[in-house]
T-cell receptor
Framework: EDKVVQSPLSLVVHEGDTVTLNCSYEVTNFRSLLWYKQEKKAPTFLFML????IEKKSGRLSSILDKKELFSILNITATQTGDSAIYLC?????????????FGQGTTLQVKP | NAGVMQNPRHLVRRRGQEARLRCSPMKGHSHVYWYRQLPEEGLKFMVYLQKENIIDESGMPKERFSAEFPKEGPSILRIQQVVRGDSAAYFC???????????FGDGTRLSIL
């Protein structure tokens, strides 16, 4: 059965810290991996990764994929209280005409002032 | 640019009633996806639709649940004869094409009395 596992499930840090969130997956055929940030409402798209070793970066957030070891990491540097959220990892299997994303349980990040 | 619009935001139904959840995709998006988030669980895929077609309904319960995306108007997720176990947050997402990131709405919180 296809599955996505995130770790840790929860994390508490102080402003200014750097955090690394992990996502490992097992799918029969892999097409892409996506990261989302969920505050109180809609999950907000962060990154889509399809190739190994190519870092995607947006401000203080960055992510990279390792298709050989079947995992991805999401890094957040110089954390701020506004980074507090649930971070979701999802994998899109192939063939992609199913439209399905398989989500992990999420990592709940709390950034304290 | 309006995002994915879902309504109602909150819906309360008694056991045995019908629930109708609506989703208007982002402008220019013709692919719609429904997910369910049960308490303490991750997002689970339900169904993928394009205009007037169901592409993948592998995540839909076989009974009581149906979805449509008519030529005109929003996508509708319909739950007949609701039971307590249907209480959850139902999220809709849309994308402009296959294999593009899915963008989520704020969800409908369904509560069954």
């Amino acid at each position: 059965e296809d599955k996505v596992v995130q770790s840790p499930l929860s994390l508490v840090v102080h402003e200014g810290d750097t955090v690394t969130l992990n996502c490992s997956y097992e799918v029969t055929n892999f097409r892409s991996l996506l990261w989302y940030k969920q505050e109180k409402k809609a999950p907000t798209f962060l990154f889509m990764l399809t190739s190994s070793g190519i870092e995607k970066k947006s401000g203080r957030l960055s992510s990279i994929l390792d298709k050989k070891e079947l995992f991805s990491i999401l890094n957040i540097t110089a954390t701020q209280t506004g980074d507090s959220a649930i971070y979701l990892c999802a994998v899109e299997p192939s063939p992609s005409n199913t439209g399905k994303l398989i989500f992990g349980q999420g990592t709940t990040l709390q950034v304290k002032p | 640019n309006a995002g994915v619009m879902q309504n109602p935001r909150h819906l309360v139904r008694r056991r045995g009633q019908e629930a109708r959840l609506r989703c208007s995709p982002m402008k220019g998006h013709s692919h719609v996806y429904w997910y369910r988030q049960l308490p303490e669980e991750g997002l689970k895929f339900m169904v993928y639709l394009q205009k007037e077609n169901i592409i993948d309904e592998s995540g839909m319960p076989k009974e009581r649940f149906s979805a449509e995306f008519p030529k005109e108007g929003p996508s509708i997720l319909r739950i007949q004869q609701v039971v307590r176990g249907d209480s959850a947050a139902y999220f809709c997402a849309s994308s402009p094409r296959q294999n593009q990131p899915q963008h989520f709405g704020d969800g409908t919180r369904l509560s069954i009395l």
